[in-house]
């Protein structure tokens, strides 16, 4: 989905702490992969890549370039190249956007993978290419362009938001944002359903999962669940849902401060796989995918590309007690589990609706 390659791009920043630990071969091999996949003039692709672990050289690359110092806390760093016997003939300079193409390519790559990187200019200060040209032995024809340093972030750093509109003109420079008439968004209507029949064993175990919504129209936030029962308690006809959410997932303040919650499928599994892989506490997790939010009678949010939306409200809610773990399943589970226990709401079905 396009949104999720987006939101690799917005949520990428420049990282330059590190924890020590190596990178792993198989992901040095994926961020080359991402860097050679970069476009180039007339597809010449005049790059070389000096992949760099050996901590002597990670040392002399961080006295080379000043702005490359964290090399030497560094497990990793790949210094892109430029080759001038490959660049283009005719426009031989070329080959500086080409490697400025694979690099961005290899930064959002990292990020993609869980790593952190930073970008260090070498090339076009003549001190910088001729030190770290000795550091490396280069050729002649192979000029060191820069050194993106890598390694798995030392602590989460919150990427900045770089939006300004003053950047941008239209058609001509100063020209202002053209006036677009928006089409009226349609969709297909949900129809209320009485008549639901679900097998309760493989209901929660869809492909991709399933998102649990809570809020108000103020504010809410869903996550991917895969753990859920559904069945009756406390009386004929009442029929119930029971879902699970950790102590310290976003989602379980709302699920705490509001009496409705939603469950819903979708025929989109990258939706769910984003849902499940994002916390709201970084962001807008609907706005990011495109999702609409709408919301029943009683003011309980879900999405409006659902499949299927069961609207429920909470009669019951508590945390699990490990001292009341008769298994060891539940208690190897949570050996470790950095999310905390989990709580379990158990919510009476007010009203089913499908498309």
Not at 4 to 27: F, G, H, M, W
Not at 63 to 83: F, H, K, T, Y
Not at 109 to 135: N, S
Not at 334 to 347: E, K, M, V
């Amino acid at each position: 989905m396009d949104n999720i390659v987006l939101d690799n791009i917005l949520a990428r920043t420049s990282i330059r702490s590190y924890q020590d630990r190596p990178v792993e071969q198989e992901k040095i091999e994926k961020l080359l992969r991402a860097g050679m996949a970069a476009p180039s003039a007339v597809d010449k692709r005049p790059w070389h890549f000096v992949v760099v672990t050996d901590r002597q050289v990670l040392d002399g690359l961080a006295q080379a370039n000043p702005n490359a110092g964290m090399a030497a806390r560094a497990p990793l760093a790949i210094v892109v190249c430029g080759d001038k016997t490959r660049a283009l003939t005719r426009v031989p300079d070329y080959w500086v956007q080409d490697a400025s193409a694979a690099t961005e390519n290899i930064l959002l790559a990292a990020h993609g993978m869980g790593l952190g990187a930073v970008w260090t200019g070498t090339y076009p200060v003549t001190d910088r290419v001729e030190k770290v040209t000795a550091v490396l032995n280069l050729p002649e024809h192979i000029v060191p362009f820069c050194t993106i340093v890598i390694g798995y972030p030392e602590k989460y750093q919150a990427p900045k938001d770089k939006w300004n509109e003053a950047n941008i003109s239209y058609n001509t420079f100063g020209g202002k944002k053209p006036q677009v008439v928006e089409p009226e968004r349609t969709f297909h209507e949900f129809t209320v359903t009485e008549d639901f029949l679900l097998n309760p064993f493989n209901y929660f175990s869809q492909p991709g999962g399933m998102l649990v919504c809570a809020g108000n129209r103020d504010k809410s936030n869903a996550m991917t669940i895969g753990w859920g029962a559904l069945g009756n308690l406390w009386g004929h006809g009442t029929n119930t849902v029971t879902v699970y959410v950790a102590e310290k997932r976003f989602t379980r303040e709302f699920m705490e401060n509001n009496d409705y919650f939603t469950i819903m499928t979708f025929k989109d599994r990258d939706v769910l796989r984003y849902m499940g892989t994002r916390s709201g506490r970084d962001g807008d997790k609907a706005a990011a995918l495109g999702l609409h939010v709408a919301y029943t009678e009683n003011g309980t949010p879900y999405y409006e590309e659902a499949e299927c939306v069961i609207e429920c409200k909470t009669m019951y809610s508590q945390e699990f007690a490990p001292e009341h773990f008769r298994d060891d399943v539940p208690r190897n589970f949570y050996d470790g589990f950095a999310a905390g226990y989990h709580s379990f709401y158990i919510g009476k079905i007010i009203k089913a609706m499908k498309k």
